[in-house]
T-cell receptor, first 113, second 111 residues
Framework: ETGVTQSPTHLIKTRGQQVTLRCSSQ?????VSWYQQALGQGPQFIFQ???????GRGNFPPRFSGLQFPNYSSELNVNALELDDSALYLC????????????FGPGTRLLVL | AQSVTQLDSHVSVSEGTPVLLRCNYS??????LFWYVQHPNKGLQLLLK??????LVKGINGFEAEFKKSETSFHLTKPSAHMSDAAEYFC?????????FGKGTRLSVIA
């Protein structure tokens, strides 16, 4: 069984740029959720994708957007990067109808300068 | 709205002594509750999960948690701490989604 993988592991961008983060879900899972974890804080829910559609969104502006592909992998896109976007971005996959246990990837650490 | 309060930001114990990490939750429904652990520069690993079955939940690595509805608590315990337990621990509520995390408790284990 393959776990959740994310790429890249680290990324440095400058303010105003755009970034795309990628996530491959665990084998057999059909739902992907994205979280932002600022330094010293707990993860905050960004959004969730199920069957290639957004299925819930946290308190994040529209410049945070995502995609889910037919193989259930996912992308998180952030436009017009701000310094406060510097964080660890975590992807989690789950199987709808199975108690919603989410399994997390190792994360992508984004630094915005 | 659901929320989680982890009562201690930092807990320090000696190796071989018991561990207690405290968590209170607020939920308008019958929630699922989780504990996740995060080692430095790593992702989150599920320790255990409560979903309205037995109130005492056993997890990995000797950890367990007890759901107390009357106290709205879900404290995490371990009888004997090991050096490898040093990490950040998050209490999480799901009602049912999304996951709402506490701010975390950093566990230090002293040799």
């Amino acid at each position: 069984e393959t776990g959740v993988t994310q790429s890249p592991t680290h990324l440095i961008k400058t303010r105003g740029q755009q970034v795309t983060l990628r996530c491959s879900s665990q084998s057999g899972h059909n739902t992907v959720s994205w979280y932002q974890q600022a330094l010293g804080q707990g993860p905050q829910f960004i959004f969730q994708y199920y069957r290639e559609e957004e299925n819930g969104r946290g308190n994040f502006p529209p410049r945070f957007s995502g995609l889910q592909f037919p193989n259930y992998s996912s992308e998180l896109n952030v436009n017009a990067l701000e310094l406060d976007d510097s964080a660890l971005y975590l992807c989690a996959s789950s199987l709808v109808g199975k108690g919603e246990t989410q399994y997390f990837g190792p994360g992508t650490r984004l630094l915005v300068l | 709205a659901q929320s989680v309060t982890q009562l201690d930001s930092h807990v320090s114990v000696s190796e071989g002594t018991p561990v207690l990490l405290r968590c209170n939750y607020s939920s308008s429904y019958s929630p699922s509750l989780f504990w996740y652990v995060q080692h430095p520069n790593k992702g989150l690993q599920l320790l255990l999960k409560y979903t309205s079955a037995a109130t005492l939940v056993k997890g990995i690595n000797g950890f367990e948690a007890e759901f107390k509805k009357s106290e709205t608590s879900f404290h995490l315990t371990k009888p004997s701490a090991h050096m490898s337990d040093a990490a950040e621990y998050f209490c999480v509520v799901s009602d049912p989604t999304p996951l709402v995390f506490g701010k975390g408790t950093r566990l230090s284990v002293i040799a």
